[in-house]
């Protein structure tokens, strides 16, 4: 493996993804949203008491309906702090997938098809690097930021959601260990779900929002789990949380194993 070709472009499309607003926009805002604006909004949750027509004790019973595992993880919290609980530490945790998916997934549509749609294609077809390596610094461009968006991302949350419902708790409860499998395990499988889906449907694309509107087929797992999780069919254990990211590297390695079979520059060439 050419390792110093790779870097290089690696490093080329990081760079045109900086510079590119439709691109960095949403991966700014999106964060933004499910990292400061709803742990914010969720910690203040207690605060509803004191509105017209909206108690605790509702609340409380709808909590009462979820599964036994959930309901044992918070007991020891008064009515206030369970409420915080459940809804910064289980029901915001599938939206946190969303963001290592996405990020993954409008990079390497920019990467693919964008490059395409930009004309700038041709010349990286024609450098001395083999399919293999082209793939590897395609995948690595989308995959590296994703990632570290994810793990910034996690500091980030447990920041606000500290900060904001520390009248609550009095004390710094977040993360925990679920949370932790979650960043480490499988957020970054998460994101390779994402660069999977965008690499097998960037090879006929012709322009980074056909690639984008394509792949995004691939946020339908993550709306599964939220709406399982908010309606009480499961909850976000440890182990269950561990169970979720090997099925995703699994799904994963049949995604880019087809994709890598795919990925010719004859095919990358089709309509430039």
């Known amino acids: 493996m050419n390792w110093r070709a790779i870097r290089a472009i690696v490093r080329k499309d990081l760079k045109v993804v900086i510079q590119n607003k439709g691109v960095m926009i949403p991966i700014i805002v999106l964060p933004l949203v499910f990292l400061v604006l709803l742990p914010a909004l969720a910690a203040l949750v207690p605060l509803l008491e004191d509105a017209p027509g909206t108690t605790l004790s509702e ?10 595992g959930l309901r044992d993880a918070i ?32 990079i390497a549509a920019d990467s693919f098809a964008g490059e395409k749609e930009r004309k700038t294609l041709e010349a990286l077809l024609y450098t001395p690097t083999s399919d293999r390596e082209l793939l590897v610094a395609k995948m690595l461009s989308a995959m590296v930021p994703a990632v570290a968006i994810a793990w910034v991302g996690l500091v980030l949350y447990s920041v606000t ?3 904001a419902a520390w009248s609550t708790m009095g004390r710094v409860f977040f993360p925990n260990l679920m949370w932790i499998v979650l960043a480490v395990w499988v957020a970054p499988a998460v994101a390779g779900l994402g660069l999977g889906i965008t690499v097998l449907v960037s090879a006929r694309a012709e322009s980074f929002q056909e690639a984008y509107q394509l792949g995004g087929v691939v946020v339908v797992p993550i709306l599964l789990l ?13 182990w269950m949380v ?9 799904v994963d390695v049949v995604l880019l194993s087809l ?4 990925f010719r520059r004859s095919e990358l060439a089709v309509g430039m």
Request: glycine share 12%; charged share 5%; net charge neutral.
């Open 75 to 106: 007991a020891g919290y008064n009515e206030a702090q369970t409420i915080v609980v459940v809804g910064l530490v289980y029901f915001l945790a599938p939206m946190y997938l969303i963001l290592p998916l996405m990020v993954a997934s409008v």
């Open 161 to 163: 959601a500290n900060v």
């Open 259 to 262: 994709g890598a079979r795919r």
């Open 59 to 68: 609340m409380a019973g709808f909590i009462e309906g979820m599964p036994a």
């Open 242 to 250: 561990l169970v979720l990211g090997a099925f995703f590297w699994i």
């Open 226 to 238: 939220i709406v399982g999780q908010a309606t009480g069919i499961l909850y976000f254990s440890p």
